[in-house]
């Protein structure tokens, strides 16, 4: 049988992990606005996306073909986005990448707010695609941009969990929110929340640049 010693020590070790990583939000203010953004602005995305399908069928009595017509549009502004976005991030880099594509997003509750007809809602699924790809790459380049030597892991695994917390969360929310407000205002509250996710990407860039001329400062000249 295992010893008892055996069984701490494992488990010290599980929780050393957990605390360390926790810890690079108090280490590491730029990563740490990041996923305040991340969670922020993709929970409002999450609660006006939970809505969307739900509109289009009260409001727009949207068709079958409709609803493929969208699907594609998104799809191929995806396509299209993945090359513009990688062109964009070897210039630009990956923070100024986020912030650009999620303020296209935040074009699209507000589209489907004012839209009068079905068609305008092609609008939203074609900014929609072309901003999601460069999200995609975006957060992905951004982790391993904070990320330390050999941390990569951990900054991801933090990622992924508030991802995956906000997205328990903001479906929850968001039918009780359209029963309360009506689903036009649900989409300005969620719109709210979203500008609130780009407010604090601008606070992780402002850190990041702090950062970054910190490293500079201390790194001794080359011979």
């Known amino acids: 049988m295992p010893s008892s010693e055996g069984e701490t020590g ?20 730029g990563y740490r ?21 739900i509109y289009q069928v009260d409001r727009f009595h949207i068709s079958n073909t409709e609803v493929a017509n969208l699907q594609n549009v998104a799809a191929a502004t995806t396509i299209v986005g993945f090359f513009f976005w990688g062109w964009f991030m070897d210039k630009k880099g ?4 986020v912030l650009i594509a999620i303020c ?5 509750p507000v589209v489907y707010a004012l839209a009068p007809r079905v068609e305008y809602l092609r609008i939203a699924a074609a900014t929609g695609g072309l901003a999601m790809s460069g999200i995609d ?16 892991a951990q900054y ?42 780009v407010m604090l990407q601008l606070f992780s860039m402002r850190d990041a640049r702090r950062q970054a001329a910190e490293r500079g400062r201390n790194t001794p000249p080359s011979v």
């Open 10 to 29: 494992p488990r010290r070790s599980t929780i050393a992990f957990f605390r360390d990583t926790l810890g690079i939000l108090r280490r590491n203010p």
């Open 33 to 53: 606005w990041f996923t305040a953004s991340v969670f922020v602005y993709g929970f409002g995305n999450l609660v006006a996306s939970t809505i969307y399908p």
């Open 94 to 97: 990956p923070l100024l990448t």
């Open 104 to 108: 296209v997003v935040c074009t699209m």
């Open 137 to 152: 790459l975006g957060y992905i380049n951004t982790t391993l941009l904070f990320a330390e030597a050999g941390r990569a």
């Open 156 to 197: 991801q695994a933090l990622h992924s969990s508030f991802f995956g917390l906000r997205g328990t969360i903001a479906p929850q929310l968001a039918i009780p929110l359209m029963h309360a407000v009506g689903p036009q205002n649900a989409f300005y509250v969620s719109e709210v929340i979203m500008l609130c996710g």
